[in-house]
C-alpha cells in the first residue's frame, strides 16, 4: 500500500478534485490500451514478455494498470559509478521522498553489485529538515520542469523555485528560461523547447521572447537553419549511442553508454562531430540546455577517441556550464565545485587524465583537475572516497603533487 498512498498524497495535494480524478482516469485509459496492445502483440510469442507481465493475465487490465502506474510514480533511476542509466528500481525508502526543485540529497546506486540505494547530503541539513530530491532534472526552465512533473507525477510544483512573489523575478525567471532554449541573443527557438520539454505541445506563452521583442523575418529564417543544423547534429550524436540491431531483441536497436563507444568508432566521426558543434555553438545562447547536451555527448566521444586536448577543450565549456546551470540553484561561492549534478565529478577525472596526457603528470593543471574531481567525487559516488573512479583521483593527486614538489612547478 505505500507506493499508492505516497502517489495518492502527491496528486492530492497538487490538484482539484475534478481534475484529479479526470488525470487518474485518462492515464489509466492509456495503460490499459497500452497493456492490451502488447499483450495482442505478443500472443504469438509469450517468449517475448517478462514473467510479470506474462503472469499478469490472470488479473483484470485495470488491476494491471493501477500496479504499473504505482511502478511510474514511484520508480528511481538506477545509475552506474559515471552516472550513467542502467535501469530502474523499486525502493520503499525513497519512495518517500518528497521532490523540490532545490533538493538537498542527492541519491546513489551500487551498481552493479548490491544495487543498494544510498543519499548523501548536498549541503548541510537542519536537524529535523525533510530530505528533499529532485524528480527531474533542476536545470530545466521552470515551466518545463512543471510540465515533466505533471506528465509523470500529475502535480504542479510549487517549490520556492518555481513560486514568483513580485514581478521583477517573473521578468528575470522568464529570461533565464529564454535562455535555455535561445539563441545567441536569448530568443527561444521551438525545436529546443519541445526537445527539452520532451514534448511537442509546449504552450505559445513560453516561448515568447522576454521584453515584449518580437521576432522578425529575418530572425525566424536564421532560427529555421539553426534548429536544421542542430537536428542533424542530433541525429549523428544518437546514431553513435545505438548498437546495431539484435535479433534477440525484436530487432530494438540498444543504447550504448557513453563510454562505451569503441576507439575506431569515436575517432572515425569525432571530427566531423566537433566541426558541426564550432559551427553551431556561437548560434545558440551560452546556457542552451540542447548545446550543453550536444558539448557533453562530444566530450565522451573526445575521450572514448582519446583526443585528450578535445577532452580538455569541451570540458572547460561544460565546467562553466555546471557553475551557471546547477551552482547558481543552490548559491554555491564561487570558485568552488558543487556536488550537483553527480556527472561533475566523471568530467573532472576525465579531465584530469587527459591534462597528464597532455601537460604531464607532473604540472599544477594536473593535480587541480584531480583534487577538485577527488572532492567532488567523494560527495557523490556510493562509496565516497573509497569509490574506484574516487580512487583513481586520489592517486592522480598523490603523484601529481610528489612531481610537482619535485620539478619546483609552481
Sequence with gaps: SLPSQMAGSAVADSLEEPELQNTQAAANAMMVAAIEAVRQKASGSPSMLPRAVTQSAKKSLPEVAEMLLKVRLNRHMITSERREPLGHGIFPDGALLNHSCRPNIEL????????????????????????????????????????????????????????????????????????LVGDR???????????????????????????????????????????EAMDDLLVLLKSLQEEPADEDVC????????????????????????????ALAPKLHPTNLVLFEMRLATFWIAEAAKDWACVLDIGSCLLDAFVTLYDTAFSTPPGRDGNYPPQRGAVLLTMAQAASSVHGLGTVATHSLAARAFCVLCATQFDGGGSPMASEARRLVSEAFSLVLDHGDE
Design 108 to 179: 546513489h546506486y551500487d551498481a552493479p553489485g548490491s544495487l543498494m540505494q544510498s543519499a548523501r547530503a548536498l549541503r548541510t541539513l537542519e536537524p529535523g529538515e525533510e530530505l528533499l530530491i529532485s524528480y527531474c532534472d533542476i536545470a530545466l526552465p521552470r515551466w518545463a520542469r512543471r510540465a515533466r512533473l505533471m506528465r509523470s507525477h500529475w502535480f504542479q510544483c510549487g517549490c520556492t523555485r518555481c513560486s514568483v512573489s513580485d514581478e521583477e523575478s517573473a521578468a528575470a525567471l522568464h529570461q533565464r528560461d529564454c535562455d
Design 185 to 227: 541573443d536569448g530568443f527561444p527557438l521551438q525545436r529546443c523547447a519541445e526537445l527539452v520539454a520532451g514534448t511537442a505541445s509546449v504552450e505559445a506563452q513560453w516561448l515568447e521572447p522576454a521584453g515584449g521583442l518580437k521576432v522578425g523575418k529575418h530572425r525566424q529564417k536564421s532560427g529555421r537553419a539553426t534548429t
Design 251 to 278: 530487432g530494438v536497436h540498444q543504447t550504448r553508454l557513453p563510454h562505451a563507444l569503441p576507439g575506431d568508432v569515436a575517432q572515425a566521426h569525432l571530427a566531423d562531430v566537433v566541426s558541426r558543434l564550432q
